[in-house]
């Protein structure tokens, strides 16, 4: 199903029973089947979102992002991809993609990321971790961790949940 007012360029690669609502922007990107693309989503050339996903409105998964299976993407998460972003070169000129380092992230099967949460470059979210809303994640997040704030800590492990030790 696709939306109105979208914008998705040739170069897409859309798995099976694929949903995008109005106002998204695909464009150089892998999109896995059974996921669900909220409005406003704009998802860069290189990025990969895997099967039964769901973004929701108003995201930003920029060039250098995987994201795997079955991962929640809250509304309004920001990932960025530059380290070290400027305008222009030090001698002035605009910068081009030569000028810069594409940062990879890479979002595990089964994560989850709260509205507002922004993402540095360069960073793993590990399995089925959770990232709070508006927190900004700086570092790694183990697997099975929840992390909140600025910058994201750790405040829980899934082990603590269940009632046993935690390492």
């Known amino acids: 199903m696709k939306g109105k007012f979208c914008s998705i360029a040739d170069d897409?690669?859309?798995?099976?029973?694929v949903q995008i609502y109005n106002f998204v922007n695909l464009y150089g990107c892998e999109i896995g089947d059974e996921t669900r693309i909220g409005t406003f989503v704009e998802i860069q050339k290189g990025a990969r979102v895997g099967r039964r996903c769901k973004i929701s409105s108003h995201s930003f998964i920029c060039e250098g992002v995987t994201i795997e299976d079955e991962v929640f993407i809250g509304h309004g998460v920001q990932f960025i991809n530059d380290k070290y972003p400027r305008a222009?070169?030090?001698d002035g000129a605009p910068q081009t993609e030569s000028d810069w380092t594409v940062e990879p992230t890479i979002v595990q099967r089964g994560a989850s990321i709260g509205t507002?949460?922004?993402i540095l470059g360069g960073l793993e979210i590990g399995e089925r971790a959770i990232v709070g809303a508006g927190a900004v994640v700086t570092k790694d997040v183990p697997a099975d961790a929840t992390v909140a704030g600025n910058p994201a800590q750790v405040i829980r492990r899934e082990t603590e949940v269940r009632g046993q030790e935690t390492e």
């Open 116 to 118: 507002g949460a922004v």
């Open 12 to 17: 897409v690669q859309l798995g099976h029973n």
């Open 88 to 90: 222009t070169t030090s």
